[in-house]
């Protein structure tokens, strides 16, 4: 299962934070902050692999000692592409290599969406970034992987959203281009 997506700029600002597992708000944003640490400083010859921080593994354990802990947050997977890095927290069940190949196809599915995707796009049209990460992973389950399904998808759905405003209306432009100040007489009382 995964249990979060996150993307960060270099300078570790969050550009998309989503968990699909319950935490505090305040586990939320110290998480956050070490995992920019822990990738932010690996070499860029490491592996795209990491253990969980401490902070996130102490508060998922169940009290149960007899329950297995296959569901309980267990490894960081990222990928950096210039100036952003993507990263997914996942259970022990899910396969590393599979991760990076759905940030694979989450980048790319961005970039076709963007036509050359930067960091801007994803600030200024963050409605679509999480579109189509809810394309990709419902509910910590990843259901799609296909670029083209995703983008198919993410598609349709804003040409469900957008809709004529004024279909039938003048607009103001059409207003002010017929405007002549001799139209505006004052007749008095």
Known sequence: MINAVLVFNNSGQPRLTKFYTQLDTSVQQRLISEIFALVSQRDKSACYFLPLPPL????????????????????????????????????STESPLALIDLIQVFVEALDRLFEDVCELDLIFNFEILHATLAEMIVGGVVV??????????????????????????TSVASSLASFRPSDMVWAGR
């Open 56 to 91: 996130l593994a102490n508060s998922s354990k169940s009290t149960s000692a007899s329950e297995p802990h296959n569901d309980v947050p267990s490894l960081i997977t990222y990928r950096k592409y210039a100036t952003l890095c993507f990263i997914v927290i996942s259970t």
């Open 144 to 169: 799609e992987t296909s670029v083209e399904k995703v983008v198919q998808g993410v598609r349709s759905q804003g040409k469900v959203a957008k809709r004529p405003v004024n279909e039938g209306r």
